[in-house]
């Protein structure tokens, strides 16, 4: 069963940038999806970005330019890294940041994935 663990989280003032990464564990199959969703008090959980295991992209319309996802995968698909650079930050991306798997092409619609981590907090102030 995979296993996700976000790290990198933190806080930074308006305009600078972090790197979320997700260390995965457990085989993730050839048609691997992973994904970042974000969660801000109040607020419904939603999808940030996504990337499938042809290196297709998606992302939510307002980080589009801002953030990249990237992933870094064992030849065995054991073991794997997703990444979330995130730069250009601005106050209303204070959220907890969550890693998530599935398989399938790329999307960030929250019900087609199906292993979440446990969350990774960031908060950006003005």
């Known amino acids: 069963q995979v296993q996700l663990q976000e790290s990198g989280g933190g806080s930074v003032q308006s305009g600078g940038s972090l790197r979320l990464s997700c260390a995965v564990s457990g085989y993730i199959y050839s048609s691997y999806l992973m994904g970042w969703f974000r969660q801000a008090p109040g607020k419904e959980r939603e999808g940030v970005a996504a990337i499938d295991s042809d290196g297709t992209t998606v992302y939510t319309e307002g980080v589009k330019g801002r953030f990249t996802i990237s992933i870094d995968t064992a030849q065995n698909l054991l073991k794997a890294t997703v990444y979330l650079q995130m730069n250009s930050l601005k106050p209303e991306d204070t959220a907890m940041y969550y890693c998530?798997?599935?398989?399938?092409?790329?999307?960030?619609?929250?019900?087609?994935?199906?292993?979440w981590g446990q969350g990774t907090q960031v908060t950006v102030s003005s």
């Open positions: 998530a798997a599935s398989r399938g092409i790329a999307t960030i619609a929250l019900d087609e994935f199906r292993t």
